[in-house]
């Protein structure tokens, strides 16, 4: 007993080994047995995962990249800024590769998406984010719109949505104080704001953009929020009087209030260049408008409401359009990449996200979060964004997301209306359209 003691651990340890591999029989597996000896660990194993991102290049990412990479030394990740000729070609490729066993671990993805992809993507495991710990952090169109068969498929590092757009000078030129807080509201002073030509009748002010799919931005976001406010059940409701109702109230600035027509410019360069009071728009056209014009004096504030009826509680109805991270079913790294974007969604990272991001920009990327939201009510653009997160929701037909065959389909709907066909025949087309592809969103 006295050896044994004064004997060197190490050398106990390498007796004990070697007394233990003698009685091996030949032909075993040894990298296996070596894992079931309780004192020997097995070397970590190293993982690289593959992010493919979309708007923001790797410089955003690196930082934040570098100290999970120290926290997790055998996880190595790379980032990638995709190119894409079109968010649509984008979106093909993405869904391609996934079936075909080649794509990313990680993959930025619009909220639209999910059903679609949802075969092809990994569900978050409940050990890195319970469905509880989802709804508390993150904003209700994320909880809705993520969400598929009762499983959650990505994880949102930023929000956004429409918001109204409206040129101040205009608004003071006019005598108007204050935006419009409703859609009847938002039409007479769309009309107010209009100026015409004497002689030739052409607008030389619009007073808003809207009406028309050719040349306004978001056109499917706006008249998709119309059937949102409207409580139309998308697609199935397509043919009821509430989405006739809300087409021919959409259709009517130009057929009858005449206060955009399609002559006038892309709607986004028209507000730049000062030819239109109001448009609608998401956060980020705050820097494609700022880069036509930094000069052009705007602000932004909630959309409009389907006005109440007297005794009427008023109800609330934003839209939402936002891009959310996802992991490959496929990958064989799925919870370390998991536990990769449970780390980006951290209050802490998140802010540092949107730090390296306005850097390259006026401001990062709205927050997800909704313990982040006030932190945003002090910006000038964002606050009625934040506000509206909410009560937010949003369908297929969300425009700058890669589904033109949906936003074709609502363009193929404001046409016909604008043309004088019948209405009816065009919502029936529109739905027919809608469901056979398949994809309804949320």
Request: glycine fraction near 4%; hydrophobic fraction near 40%.
């Given at each position: 007993m006295e050896f044994t003691k004064k004997l060197p651990i190490k050398k106990i340890f390498l007796t004990s080994l070697l007394a233990y591999l003698a009685i091996i029989p030949s032909g075993c597996n040894l990298s296996r047995i070596l894992q079931a000896i309780p004192f020997i660990k097995p070397p970590a194993k190293e993982v690289?995962?593959?992010?493919?991102?979309?708007f923001e290049p790797e410089e955003v990412f690196a930082p934040l990249i570098e100290d999970y990479q120290k926290l997790h030394p055998d996880v190595k990740i790379e980032y990638q800024q995709r190119a894409f000729s079109t968010l649509a070609q984008h979106k093909e490729t993405l869904l391609t590769r996934f079936r075909e066993g080649t794509g990313p671990d990680i993959a930025q993805i619009h909220n639209t998406w999910v059903p679609q992809f949802a075969s092809e993507l990994s569900p978050l495991p409940s050990s890195i984010m319970s469905s509880a710990e989802f709804a508390t952090a993150f904003y209700l169109p994320a909880q809705n719109a993520l969400s598929y068969q009762g499983q959650l498929y990505a994880i949102p590092l930023m929000y956004d949505g429409l918001m109204l757009f409206y040129n101040t000078e205009h608004f003071e030129e006019a005598g108007i104080e204050q935006p419009p807080s409703d859609w009847e509201e938002f039409r007479r002073r769309a009309v107010e704001l209009t100026e015409t030509d004497e002689e030739t009748d052409k607008i030389t002010q619009a007073g808003a953009a809207v009406g028309m799919a050719s040349n306004i931005s978001h056109f499917s976001d706006i008249l998709g929020l119309m059937f949102a406010q409207s409580k139309i059940d998308f697609p199935a409701g397509l043919t009821s009087r509430g989405a006739r109702d809300a087409l021919t109230f959409y259709t009517n600035f130009v057929t009858k209030d005449k206060v955009w027509d399609a002559s006038l410019p892309y709607s986004v360069h028209a507000f730049a260049n000062g030819q239109?009071?109001?448009?609608?728009?998401?956060s980020w056209r705050v820097f494609d408008i700022?880069?036509?014009?930094?000069?052009?004096?705007f602000a932004t504030t909630a959309v409009p409401q389907i006005p109440s009826l007297p005794k009427q509680e008023p109800t609330t109805?934003?839209?939402?359009?936002?891009?959310?991270?996802?992991?490959?079913?496929?990958?064989?790294?799925?919870?370390?990449?998991?536990?990769?974007?449970?780390?980006?969604?951290?209050p802490e990272n998140m802010r540092r996200l949107y730090a390296e991001e306005a850097k390259l920009r006026e401001f990062g990327e709205p927050y997800s979060r909704v313990d982040l939201g006030d932190v945003l009510l002090t910006n000038d653009y964002l606050a009625p964004l934040i506000d509206g997160a909410p009560t937010a929701t949003s369908f297929i037909v969300a425009d700058a997301s890669g589904n033109d065959v949906y936003v074709d389909a609502v363009?193929?709907?404001?046409?016909?209306?604008?043309?004088?066909?019948?209405?009816?025949?065009?919502?029936e087309t529109l739905k027919t359209t809608v469901e056979r592809f398949g994809q309804v969103g949320q």
């Amino acid at each position: 007993m006295e050896f044994t003691k004064k004997l060197p651990i190490k050398k106990i340890f390498l007796t004990s080994l070697l007394a233990y591999l003698a009685i091996i029989p030949s032909g075993c597996n040894l990298s296996r047995i070596l894992q079931a000896i309780p004192f020997i660990k097995p070397p970590a194993k190293e993982v690289t995962l593959t992010y493919w991102g979309l708007f923001e290049p790797e410089e955003v990412f690196a930082p934040l990249i570098e100290d999970y990479q120290k926290l997790h030394p055998d996880v190595k990740i790379e980032y990638q800024q995709r190119a894409f000729s079109t968010l649509a070609q984008h979106k093909e490729t993405l869904l391609t590769r996934f079936r075909e066993g080649t794509g990313p671990d990680i993959a930025q993805i619009h909220n639209t998406w999910v059903p679609q992809f949802a075969s092809e993507l990994s569900p978050l495991p409940s050990s890195i984010m319970s469905s509880a710990e989802f709804a508390t952090a993150f904003y209700l169109p994320a909880q809705n719109a993520l969400s598929y068969q009762g499983q959650l498929y990505a994880i949102p590092l930023m929000y956004d949505g429409l918001m109204l757009f409206y040129n101040t000078e205009h608004f003071e030129e006019a005598g108007i104080e204050q935006p419009p807080s409703d859609w009847e509201e938002f039409r007479r002073r769309a009309v107010e704001l209009t100026e015409t030509d004497e002689e030739t009748d052409k607008i030389t002010q619009a007073g808003a953009a809207v009406g028309m799919a050719s040349n306004i931005s978001h056109f499917s976001d706006i008249l998709g929020l119309m059937f949102a406010q409207s409580k139309i059940d998308f697609p199935a409701g397509l043919t009821s009087r509430g989405a006739r109702d809300a087409l021919t109230f959409y259709t009517n600035f130009v057929t009858k209030d005449k206060v955009w027509d399609a002559s006038l410019p892309y709607s986004v360069h028209a507000f730049a260049n000062g030819q239109v009071s109001m448009i609608f728009a998401p956060s980020w056209r705050v820097f494609d408008i700022k880069n036509l014009n930094p000069g052009l004096k705007f602000a932004t504030t909630a959309v409009p409401q389907i006005p109440s009826l007297p005794k009427q509680e008023p109800t609330t109805v934003n839209w939402a359009t936002f891009w959310a991270e996802a992991v490959n079913l496929d990958s064989e790294n799925a919870d370390e990449a998991w536990a990769f974007l449970k780390f980006l969604s951290e209050p802490e990272n998140m802010r540092r996200l949107y730090a390296e991001e306005a850097k390259l920009r006026e401001f990062g990327e709205p927050y997800s979060r909704v313990d982040l939201g006030d932190v945003l009510l002090t910006n000038d653009y964002l606050a009625p964004l934040i506000d509206g997160a909410p009560t937010a929701t949003s369908f297929i037909v969300a425009d700058a997301s890669g589904n033109d065959v949906y936003v074709d389909a609502v363009a193929a709907a404001v046409n016909s209306v604008l043309q004088g066909k019948d209405i009816d025949q065009a919502l029936e087309t529109l739905k027919t359209t809608v469901e056979r592809f398949g994809q309804v969103g949320q």
